[in-house]
């Protein structure tokens, strides 16, 4: 049984940060893609960052520079740092991973906007004020 438990998420007023963090359990943690996406009200699902088996990653134009994605596969963790947080970053995030066994970070970031990952978990709320 696959299982994403997300955490890390609040309320952070505008330029500040947030650490999130992804519990995975259920299956082989190191030889997956995963990745963040996102959903906010009246909006699309957005992939946000995404991380292959061998580290490469792949970023949102919208997050570029202040959001970096990160895994511990000792601990089967996935993590995503957000710096300089904007108004519009504010959405539920969720933790995903796909059972691809080969898929670029840039394929697992495409896939996570338009068809999403086989699993994602719960979601954490970030909300950033104005």
């Known amino acids: 049984q696959v299982e994403l438990v997300e955490s890390g998420g609040g309320s952070v007023q505008p330029g500040g940060s947030l650490k999130l963090s992804c519990a995975a359990s259920?299956?082989?943690?190191?030889?997956?893609?995963m990745g963040w996406f996102r959903q906010a009200p009246g909006k699309e699902r957005e992939g946000v960052a995404a991380?292959?088996?061998?580290?490469?990653?792949s970023y949102a134009d919208s997050v570029k520079g202040r959001f970096t994605i990160s895994r511990d596969n000792a601990k089967n963790t996935l993590y995503l740092q957000m710096n300089g947080l904007k108004p519009e970053d504010t959405a539920m995030y969720y933790c995903?991973?796909?059972?691809?066994?080969?898929?670029?970070?840039?394929?697992?970031?495409?896939?996570?906007?338009?068809?999403?990952?086989?699993?994602w978990g719960k979601g954490t709320l970030v909300t950033i004020s104005s």
């Open positions: 995903s991973a796909d059972l691809a066994l080969d898929m670029t970070a840039v394929e697992a970031l495409r896939i996570m906007t338009e068809t999403g990952m086989d699993y």
């Open positions: 259920g299956y082989t943690f190191s030889s997956n893609s």
């Open positions: 991380i292959a088996s061998d580290g490469s990653t």
